[in-house]
């Protein structure tokens, strides 16, 4: 019996970690190839909310270079999952929750990039910007990974996804902005 009970949990680890891996990939061919129809999303979105529009977001080569980055990080997280998922009794399940937070914190990553592009931010500007809002987005994050879980649910949740993406990113940016604005009144700056 210890024999089959081992098969049956590798099989459970092996088929989420496929899973995380599909929505990695399945997030970066969709970002890929509907880039024109999200750009458009971002563009209106950051019209509705007002004040200074970005002057462009990512082109078409920084597209498909995102969508490699995106898999690679895909699979790494799948890889992350299996090796959890090996653990004697709580591996399943903690295999099962790691692989959802990760890939929820890289789709959230992934689908603010065009609005953090568009404004010229660094990667360690981006990653403060992150870490004073860790619960938001991994929220937003996590959510979206759970509804692209859903059979037929990523084709309806993208577009959503990308307006999402958008307010959130642009809302992390305002509070930064906010809270240096406090902070430089203050004199504590």
Same mark, same amino acid.
């Given at each position: ?32 190839i509907g880039?024109?129809? #999200? ?23 920084? @597209? ?24 004697p009794v ?39 910007? #992150? ?25 309806? @949740? ?32």
């Amino acid at each position: 019996p210890w024999r089959e009970l081992l098969r049956g949990a590798i099989s459970v680890v092996v088929f989420i970690a496929a899973l995380a891996l599909a929505g990695a990939v399945f997030t970066a061919l969709a970002l890929t190839i509907g880039d024109p129809f #999200y750009q458009r999303i971002w563009r209106t979105v950051e019209r509705d909310l007002g004040g200074e529009l970005p002057a462009s977001g990512s082109g078409f080569w920084s @597209t498909i270079g995102e969508g490699i980055r995106l898999i690679g990080l895909g699979i790494l997280v799948a890889l992350v999952v299996l090796l959890v998922g090996v653990i004697p009794v709580i591996g399943g399940a903690l295999g099962a929750v790691l692989g959802v937070v990760l890939g929820g914190r890289v789709l959230a990553r992934e689908l603010t990039g065009r609005a953090f592009d568009a404004r010229n931010l660094a990667p360690d500007q981006r990653a403060r910007l #992150y870490a004073g809002s860790r619960a938001r987005v991994l929220g937003f994050g996590v959510a979206t990974q759970l509804c692209f879980l859903i059979p037929l649910g990523a084709i309806a @949740t993208m577009p959503a996804a990308a307006a999402g993406s958008t307010m959130l990113a642009r809302s992390l940016v305002e509070r930064a902005s906010d809270t240096a604005l406090r902070a430089q009144s203050d004199g504590t700056v």
